[in-house]
């Protein structure tokens, strides 16, 4: 099929975007690497009057170390933090997620900013930066706010963003020497979507301990109890206790889907308490 018709803008900065964001809202879509909103508009699931196209713009691309984070841009794309590896200290996880999204055609086109403001449940940065405890930096017509990563969906393809606000960049916080992380998908192939996915990060110097599923029907959840028995113990709990708290949390999942889940739980532990 072939996109509905509409109007097509390059703001030559974030000024500009955000004003013709504002100007156009609820009829504007920003544009970045458009490998989701791409297939969207050519199904017609999304029909914007307006496609701003913020991929350009140098404000959205940089990657910046601070005292306690990183700060990488919204239009920052997967394969740059990919070829990061070994630049990102204290944020070595992102760069090891980076490199397991789709393919590298779509890693060369891809955007944090632009998968999170997707809100796929089972795409990849919803769930590891909220297991990394990040925050996302929004820019509208009232300012700037900061929200959490793992609140920032709310359902399916829903956030709490306004329809003329704009992710201009991810704060990082940094994990120290101590902290172990794991992460672990479920793909019928390589390069697919999930069908389970889950992420933890265990930071015994920032009293952090952080477990998250996702690949589920709305955003990742937190499983706190669990993080905590792993981090009291040092070991991942058992496959029946994993499968329990789940049943707790998710009470809607059939049999099948929560044990899949509880083995990528379990196996995203194995990673991160391995000895």
């Known amino acids: 099929m072939k996109a509905a018709a509409f109007d097509y803008a390059r703001p030559r900065n974030l000024a500009e975007a955000t ?7 609820g009829a504007a879509k920003a544009l970045a690497g458009g490998q989701s909103l791409g297939p969207m508009l050519n199904l017609r ?3 914007p009057g307006l496609l701003v196209d913020v991929a350009r713009l ?10 306690d984070h990183w700060r990488i841009g919204g239009g920052v794309v ?3 933090l990919e070829d990061a590896a070994g630049r990102l200290p204290g944020a070595e996880m992102v760069a090891d997620v980076a490199r397991g999204i789709a393919y590298r055609a779509v890693r060369n086109r891809g955007t944090v900013g632009g998968s999170l403001a997707h809100a796929d449940p089972a795409a990849d940065w919803p769930l590891a930066l909220a297991a990394l405890d990040a925050s996302a930096e929004v820019v509208g017509p009232k300012g700037t706010r900061r929200l959490p990563v793992d609140g920032l969906m709310t359902g399916a393809f829903t956030t709490v ?3 003329d606000e704009l992710i201009v960049a991810v704060l990082v916080p ?4 101590k902290a172990r992380w794991g992460y672990w998908k479920f793909c019928r192939k390589p390069g697919e979507f999930p069908n389970a996915s889950a992420a933890c990060v265990f930071d015994p110097e920032r009293d952090v301990a952080r477990l998250f599923v996702g690949a589920l029907d709305g955003p990742p959840i937190h499983l706190p109890p669990l993080a905590s028995r792993a981090a009291s113990t040092g070991t991942p709990p058992p496959l029946d206790e994993l499968d329990a708290g789940l049943a707790a949390a998710l009470p809607h999942l059939d049999t099948i889907e929560r044990r899949r889940h509880a083995v990528a739980a379990q196996r995203a532990l194995n990673q991160a308490l391995a000895p």
């Open 161 to 163: 963003l306004a329809e």
């Open 45 to 47: 699931l999304a029909r």
């Open 78 to 80: 997967h394969a740059a």
């Open 19 to 25: 004003r013709l964001l504002t100007q156009n809202a």
């Open 58 to 67: 140098d404000e959205l691309k940089d990657v910046s170390k601070a005292r």
């Open 174 to 177: 940094k994990l120290s020497a």
